[in-house]
């Protein structure tokens, strides 16, 4: 479900030298999770889960930086954690694991 009043999650691109949204994964009135591409300090692209807060009533949500809505990339070792559970719908695991090079099993 998207939210009417805060930040439309598929439209946060920021930091943008840093992060390339693949996909909006689940969408409510309140946080979104999301696949993506994250910049790491080496310079090198590695796909990521991430999340954030939507915000309310026009706030920007969580997290933001230098007043631009931006995603929290969430610890490799939780993504099985999410992958499993309903924040990923059934017919996007398969996809998102695939974008992560990770195997059924953990």
């Not at 990521?48 to 949500?61: C, T």
Request: aromatic share 12%; charged share 20%.
């Amino acid at each position: 479900m998207k939210s009417n009043t805060g930040v439309n999650p598929h439209t946060v691109v920021s930091p943008q030298s840093n992060w390339q949204l693949i996909d909006v994964l689940l969408e409510t009135e309140d946080w979104s999770m999301a696949v993506g591409r994250w910049k790491s300090d080496d310079g090198q692209w590695r796909p990521v889960l991430a999340q954030r807060w939507n915000g309310a009533n026009g706030s920007k949500g969580n997290p933001v930086s230098r007043g631009y809505p931006t995603w929290f990339v969430l610890p490799d070792d939780t993504y099985d954690l999410y992958i499993d559970s309903s924040f990923v719908p059934a017919e996007k695991r398969s996809f998102v694991r695939g974008i992560l090079r990770l195997s059924k099993n953990p």
